[in-house]
């Protein structure tokens, strides 16, 4: 009886991440897409990925920015400050490209689920592939040692996956 609960205690909370984590993947597709992405490598300053607005606005990978809507910056908090983060407004990027300076102005577009699920879907899919294996090699043999050392293990995975995903996957920013 006490396995019982156990086992649906874990399956529960196996569950209310799995929601969480899809409902993340949804939310997300409403995200700005700012037509650009950087790398931590590179620094916020430098261009490392650009989206199809950012093609269409003359964006390009390496460009460097020097001003965000007419404001310089010289960390992350005055970067982000200078943006207008919400749909539908425009940002305006001084770029730097082989010694000139050039100047895009980019629409904020919702990333949409395609985007969102491309970028987030693969790791929930597999999680919930190994949730599922887990709870089926718990229910073939249950309340033996080996079947909940490897439900728990196969629900760990799903679980600290979902949570990384959910802590620090957000779109760019």
């Known amino acids: ?5 156990c086992f649906a205690a874990v399956a ?12 993340n993947i949804i939310k997300w597709a409403d995200y700005p897409d700012f037509g650009y992405g950087w790398r931590s490598a590179t620094g916020i300053e430098i261009v490392g990925l650009v989206t199809e607005p950012g093609r269409r606005a003359g964006m390009q990978v390496g460009d460097r920015i020097l001003k965000v809507n007419g404001k310089p910056f010289s960390n992350i908090d005055e970067f982000r400050s200078a ?12 770029l730097e490209r082989e010694g000139q300076k050039i100047e895009v102005t980019i629409a904020n577009s919702p990333l ?15 999680g919930l592939c190994y949730a599922l294996i887990g709870a089926l090699v ?4 249950p309340n033996r040692r080996a079947s ?10 799903i679980s600290s996956a ?5 802590t620090s996957r957000l779109p760019f920013f």
Do not use: D, H, Q
């Open 112 to 126: 949409g689920f395609m985007r969102s699920f491309g970028k987030s879907g693969f790791p929930f899919v597999l």
């Open 1 to 5: 009886m006490i396995g019982t609960i």
């Open 12 to 23: 529960l909370l196996v569950t209310a991440f799995a929601a969480l984590y899809l409902y």
């Open 138 to 141: 718990f229910l073939m043999k």
């Open 148 to 157: 909940w050392i490897f439900f728990i293990s196969a629900s760990g995975v």
């Open 83 to 94: 943006m207008r983060r919400n749909l539908g407004e425009t940002n305006t990027y001084l």
């Open 162 to 166: 979902e949570l990384n995903c959910l």
